[in-house]
């Protein structure tokens, strides 16, 4: 008899459960997705527009034999840098703050942010990745996306350069994203 109470108590819960679960998901709005095409102007956020201009990989040895990372920076295991060239331009009449750690990378089972190191290390020191942009200013930047071996298979890491990947900024109530399947990955090599 206790056995079976426990088992109507748990199916019961179990209802209740689902339901809530059902009411909750049917409330809250699915998200919808907007995916733009590289090299052409699209509103990123506060009167800030960017255009992505291209991508390239630089493989391990590269970033290894580049004498520029301390060897503590360094991985034990194989990496790549996605580096994504990006402009960005203030249509606004006020002075904005932008920073560039709101700018994701992905791709399917994979995303970032611009790796604050190996932009320090590799990129231009000069430019700092918070921003302030005066009316009608232009910047550039090359942003870095690190991906690690560890974090793949070894089927999806010999294909890493042809997956396709996109810059994201926003993720709700709307995905927006630039896709950069339309750049040659050698292009800039």
Do not use: H
């Amino acid at each position: 008899m206790k056995k079976f109470l426990l088992t109507v108590m748990a199916v019961v819960l179990l209802i209740v459960w689902g339901t809530c679960v059902y009411r909750v998901n049917d409330l809250i709005p699915q998200v919808s997705q907007s995916i733009y095409p590289g090299g052409e102007w699209v509103l990123w956020k506060d009167g800030v527009e960017l255009n992505v201009k291209g991508m390239r990989f630089m493989e391990d040895e590269e970033i290894r034999s580049a004498g520029k990372i301390p060897d503590e920076a360094l991985f034990p295991y194989e990496m790549r840098l996605l580096w994504v060239e990006t402009c960005f331009r203030n249509t606004q009449e006020q002075e904005v703050t932008m920073d560039m750690l709101d700018l994701g990378a992905e791709s399917a089972g994979w995303s970032n942010i611009p790796d604050v190191d190996y932009y320090q290390y590799l990129g231009e020191k000069e430019k700092m990745l918070k921003v302030r942009l005066q009316p009608g200013e232009e910047v550039t930047y090359e942003l870095p996306y690190l991906l690690l071996k560890v974090n793949f298979t070894e089927s999806e890491w010999r294909k890493a350069e042809q997956k396709e990947y996109y810059i994201t900024w926003s993720l709700y109530p709307e995905k927006k994203s630039v896709t950069l399947r339309d750049f040659n990955i050698d292009e800039k090599k």
